[in-house]
Antibody, heavy 119, light 107 residues
Framework: EVQLVESGGDLVKPGGSLRLSCEGS????????MYWVRQAPGRGLQWVSS????????FYADSVKGRFTISRDNAKKSLFLQMNSLRADDTAVYYC????????????WGRGTMVTVSS | EIVLTQSPDFQSVTPKEQVTITCRAS??????LHWYQQKPDQSPKLLIK???QPFSGVPSRFSGSGSGTEFTLTISGLEAEDAATYYC?????????FGQGTKLEIK
């Protein structure tokens, strides 16, 4: 079964840090570009970051640039998002997704992990 | 940044009807436009990629068309399970962006 499973979401205070993980199975992880997409409560979808399949080129939304870092470990079929200097407006469900290329549709989605930034 | 605007924001329809959702892009995105379905408390699922290519396993009642700046998602013969929010997404350039969503209610 093709699957992405996120973990690491939590309640954190403003200014704090959190590391999200996403583990893939059932597909050739190292052939896919990977993405983080978030959805604030009751709101729409927002792309956060992308990383290419093998050369690990990274891309970020302006709203997270300099605060978030995306990375991947193809041997462990895992994707990560290190989030620093968290703000209240980072509160959202964070989805991990996969596509064939850096500029592509998101073929595979995880179930998401909730990040809440509040004092 | 490319802005995607969907219409309508909300639509209430009866089973077996046909519904069309429109997505307009602020710039020419050729055919780099994709459609997703998100049911309550679930993650999004890809329906259509590159404007008109059905994704694997998607029922044939879902179809997409368009190019350039105007795109449509058509659902023919609506079923109760199609109640969801539908999003368009452009991958022409970064930052990739999503439409605001169209919520479909089945009466």
């Amino acid at each position: 079964e093709v699957q992405l499973v996120e973990s690491g979401g939590d309640l954190v205070k403003p200014g704090g840090s959190l590391r999200l993980s996403c583990e893939g199975s059932g597909f050739t992880f190292n052939s896919y570009s990977m993405y983080w997409v978030r959805q604030a409560p009751g709101r729409g979808l927002q792309w956060v970051s992308s990383i290419s399949s093998r050369d690990a080129l990274t891309f970020y939304a302006d709203s997270v640039k300099g605060r978030f870092t995306i990375s991947r470990d193809n041997a462990k079929k895992s994707l990560f998002l290190q989030m620093n200097s968290l703000r209240a407006d980072d509160t959202a469900v964070y989805y991990c997704a996969a596509g064939k290329q850096p500029y592509d549709a998101f073929d595979i989605w995880g179930r998401g992990t909730m990040v809440t930034v509040s004092s | 940044e490319i802005v995607l605007t969907q219409s309508p924001d909300f639509q209430s329809v009866t089973p077996k009807e046909q519904v069309t959702i429109t997505c307009r892009a602020s710039q020419n995105i050729v055919s780099s436009l994709h459609w997703y379905q998100q049911k309550p408390d679930q993650s999004p699922k890809l329906l259509i990629k590159y404007a008109s290519q059905p994704f694997s396993g998607v029922p044939s009642r879902f179809s997409g068309s368009g190019s350039g700046t105007e795109f449509t998602l058509t659902i023919s013969g609506l079923e109760a399970e199609d109640a969801a929010t539908y999003y368009c997404h452009q991958s022409m350039s970064l930052p990739c962006s999503f439409g605001q969503g169209t919520k479909l209610e089945i009466k």
